[in-house]
């Protein structure tokens, strides 16, 4: 399922940003997919689907936007973890 709805922004903003609706749309998208990404609320996969975009290619976007994939919750306690299981 899709919600669709309707935001208004002054025609300015598109003026001085020198872009079109549709390519303000798909920035907006992909903004908010990587900013929802970043902070854990979605998934890579429900962040590439945000954004329209394929995994792979969120993924490559989120590498230009330096965001790593790895998530490492607790760095501290990971490291101390793997030190005593070496």
Do not use: V
Not at 47 to 68: C, P, Q, R, T, V
């Amino acid at each position: 399922m899709k919600i669709k709805k309707t935001i208004e922004l002054p025609e300015e903003i598109l003026l001085c940003l020198r872009t079109d609706e549709d390519e303000f749309i798909d920035e907006m998208k992909k903004t908010i997919a990587i900013k929802y990404y970043a902070n854990k609320k979605l998934s890579i996969g429900q962040s590439a689907e945000l954004a329209e975009m394929s995994e792979e290619d969120f993924i490559k976007l989120l590498g230009k936007e330096d965001i790593s994939i790895f998530r490492f919750d607790n760095i501290d306690e990971e490291l101390k973890e793997d030190i005593k299981n070496a």
